[in-house]
């Protein structure tokens, strides 16, 4: 009688730590092991070396559907995208420039769905553009800048057309937009048919400091585009990496609407191959 | 049935119950693996990227740091390995040529002749 008021509840305690024997044995003792795992399931920094190889083996094959099909891997929601963030992380980080560069050249190349020149690429050595050996002095109608008038592009054959010492400085104004009221520098780069060259690293310094940065990255604005955010009072001067000629004495310099506010301007340069 | 069996019938359902959920359910889930958990055809494919990349750069220091985190394994087994499996997954020759090419160049790196990166 005494053991019958006990009731049931034995079974439950059963129950409960038949349970509790069951979990750890299946979450700690003997977990699912995933030996066969996608790479979508990788570490986030073991994503960021993924799209590094990925991009750096695109710089052999320009096999772009390839690209795409390992990067699909990864399950980003917009492959370009992350990849030109992580190329922008990537030149913040100081990481080497091979890596920012490729990064930035597949991101553009998908972003655009065509191949960008890369330079140092086995495949890409078909597309051989040589420079005009004449000596080319311009003058830029800039309204700020002292840049170096005349540069000596090679006579020589280059890989590509990215050749910093091979672009002069086109056109620099004060581009007045109250739509974009922070200082930037904005820079386009065309080559010598007038087509945006995407890849090239500019290089930004001031007192003190130095940055770069690459055309392309911003693909919604042209290939051949790139900014960089001014902070007002800082003077900057801006080459093309390996290029000759420097823009100098650029500032964040003001605009006024028509109401008689003022905003900020950007500085718009234009390189050019000549 | 006795009491103590009973109790030993309820702990074995609740084991099966507990090892259901922890391995059916809502099992273990490693979304943070490391490249050496990847799939077979995934980890040759990554090393075919690092093969790609060496024809680029030229870098072996690079392309055996790549490959060490695909395991413990020598950088020699990791693409003796991938070559076998492009083998007999008929992997483009273009792509086979590459792994041979990574793994002759591995057989002649001299580590010690590296530039250490700063």
Known sequence: MRADRRGSWYLLTGAILGLVVGLFYSWVVSPVKYVDAPPYA????????????????????????????????????????????QAQQALAAGRPEAEVRALGLLAIAL????????????????????????????TP??????PANTILPSSTATPTPAEGASFVVGETRLACNPAQPVPL???????????????????????GGEDHFFTGLKPELGLGYADFNMTPGVVYSLHLEGGEQEVDDLSAAE???????????????????? | MSRWTKFLVAVLLGS???????????????VDIAPESLRVDYRTDYVLMVAEAYQVDKDMGLAVRRLALLGSSTPTDLVANALNYAFQHDYASQDL?????????????????EVPTP
């Open chain 2, 16 to 30: 099966i119950i507990g090892l259901f959920y922890g391995w059916v359910v809502n099992p273990v889930e490693y």
């Open chain 1, 141 to 146: 109608p800039g309204v700020i800048g002292t």
């Open chain 2, 97 to 113: 040529s590459l792994f041979q090419a990574l793994g002759e160049a591995l057989l002649t790196w001299n580590p010690n002749m």
């Open chain 1, 255 to 274: 605009c006024q609407a028509e109401d008689g506010s003022r905003y900020w301007g950007s500085w718009r340069l234009t390189f050019i191959q000549p």
């Open chain 1, 42 to 85: 990788l570490r986030a920094d073991f994503k960021n070396n993924y799209r590094v190889l990925v991009a750096a083996a695109y710089l052999y094959s320009n096999d772009l559907v390839r690209a795409e099909d390992r990067l699909a891997q990864l399950r980003d929601d917009d492959p370009a995208q992350s990849l030109a963030m």
């Open chain 1, 111 to 138: 972003g655009e769905g065509f191949t960008p020149p890369a330079s140092s690429t086995a495949h890409s050595q078909e597309a051989i553009i040589l420079t005009p050996g004449a000596e080319n002095t311009t």
């Open chain 1, 185 to 207: 520098i904005q820079v386009e780069i065309l080559d010598a048919a007038q087509n945006p060259v995407p890849g090239l690293e500019l290089v930004v310094t001031w007192e």
